[in-house]
């Protein structure tokens, strides 16, 4: 089955075409970073508008390298949210719009199940129950999958998402957006043993990540160490590329530890980590070790699947679509969309009252 993937659920318009959820003949994207980088983040106004202006350029570049046309495609997968509203309905109504005149049925996919679906691309089968880190800059979730389809969230970030908190610490260090990459960059000219900031703790006992603290906590040094913001055009100091070094260490550190605990505990047989954030490579470095340690298969996406893309959406509406799940044309973006239907936990977790510990 072809199936045409469509993604405009943030700053990336994105298109693919999929054959059984598996094999990518073509997957462009077209990143907008270069419009919100004076900005500093995304301006979802300026979002939506550009997605408006590349959708069709960008289908038509999908289908072009596909070697195929409109006609051949048998389905269409697109990203029904959580993300941004006016983002996610430029690509819902415009999937809509092709599924009704081509007669082809359409699936509206949740985003981070398309994370997850980005390994399927790549590696070989998923055993299950497979443990998944899902990390980026909207998202940080461990989810715990029994079956293909059944998930259930065993860890989540309580406060900020690790992308968030790399974008948000690079700011605060003068460097550029998105901040993930600088960092990481940065990073790897310092000495992550100079500065050690601590992994917060979640005092209610659940495994739950935070990194607002941590990000308190690099405030904290450059004030008391009077470290200044680097500035644009010059060379960037050694105790700006130390404390991006130490920062990536507490984040990986937090992130691989949480996992691997996870992963002994409920049995896991294969171990994902997808999203942006899966790019860094001091992340995939610690996490392949725990992999080796508790001898389980660990399964990244190549860098252009970890980053928002269509053909992870192509594959994850291919596993709905051979159920006979599809969407009616009543279906519409939805921001709030979870991904968890399995013992879902997450108005209770709101209601209690947790300290974090540094
Ligand atoms: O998955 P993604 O493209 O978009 C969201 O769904 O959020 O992830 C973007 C996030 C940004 O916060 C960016 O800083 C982070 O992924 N990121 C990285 C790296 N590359 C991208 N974080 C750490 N290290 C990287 N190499
Ligand atoms: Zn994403």
Same mark, same amino acid.
């Given at each position: ?27 462009? $994207?077209?990143?907008? $970073? ?6 500093? =983040? ?11 202006? *590349? ?30 509203? %006016?983002?996610?309905?430029? %690509? ?38 497979? &443990? ?30 690790? =992308? ?11 460097? =550029? ?11 790897? @000219? ?11 703790? $979640? ?5 739950? &990540? ?17 470290? /200044?913001?680097?500035?644009?055009? /010059?060379?960037?100091?050694? #105790? ?8 990536? /260490? ?9 996992? #691997? ?41 190549? +860098?252009?699947?970890? /980053? ?15 159920? @006979? ?22 108005? *209770? ?5 947790? +300290?974090?510990?540094?």
């Amino acid at each position: 089955m072809l199936v045409l993937g469509i993604e405009s659920s943030c700053d990336e318009t994105a298109a693919a075409v999929v054959r059984d959820g598996r094999q990518i003949l073509s997957s462009v $994207i077209a990143s907008q $970073i270069e419009l919100h980088k004076p900005w500093g =983040g995304v301006v979802p106004e300026l979002a939506s508008r550009e997605h408006l202006a *590349k959708i069709g350029p960008v289908i038509d570049d999908a289908l072009q390298r596909a070697g195929c046309r409109l006609d051949d495609i048998e389905a269409i997968a697109v990203t029904q949210g959580p993300g941004l509203i %006016g983002s996610l309905l430029v %690509g819902v109504c415009y999937a809509k719009a092709l599924a009704f005149s081509l007669e082809i049925p359409i699936v509206g996919v949740n985003h981070i199940e398309g994370h997850v679906y980005s390994v399927a691309l790549e590696n070989p089968p998923v055993k299950y129950p497979a &443990l998944a880190l899902i990390v980026s800059g909207g998202h940080t979730n461990i989810f715990h999958i029994t079956e293909p389809g059944k998930y259930k969230v065993v860890s989540r970030t309580r406060d900020d998402a690790a =992308g968030e908190a790399f974008d948000k610490v690079a700011k605060m260090l003068g460097l =550029g957006y998105p901040g993930g990459p600088i960092i990481e960059c940065l990073a790897a @000219g310092g000495d992550q043993g100079r500065i050690r900031f601590p992994v917060a703790k $979640i005092s209610d006992g659940t495994p739950d &990540l935070s990194f607002s603290g941590l990000k308190t906590a690099v405030a904290r040094y450059m004030r008391e160490h009077m470290i /200044t913001p680097a500035t644009a055009g /010059t060379e960037v100091s050694d #105790e700006i590329r130390h404390l991006a070094a130490g920062f990536q /260490t507490a984040v990986v550190r937090s992130l691989a530890g949480t996992l #691997e605990k996870l992963a002994i505990k409920l049995r896991s047989r294969t171990l994902i980590v997808a999203g942006g954030v899966a790019c860094n490579e001091a992340l995939r470095a610690s996490v392949q070790e725990i992999a080796d340690r508790v001898n389980l298969p660990a399964y990244f996406p190549s +860098k252009h699947l970890s /980053t928002d893309n269509a053909a992870m959406i192509a594959a994850a509406g291919y596993f709905h679509l051979d159920r @006979g799940e599809t969407s009616d044309l009543t279906m519409t973006a939805d921001i709030s969309l979870r991904l968890q239907n399995v013992e879902n936990i997450d108005d *209770k977790l709101k209601q209690a009252k947790v +300290k974090y510990r540094l």
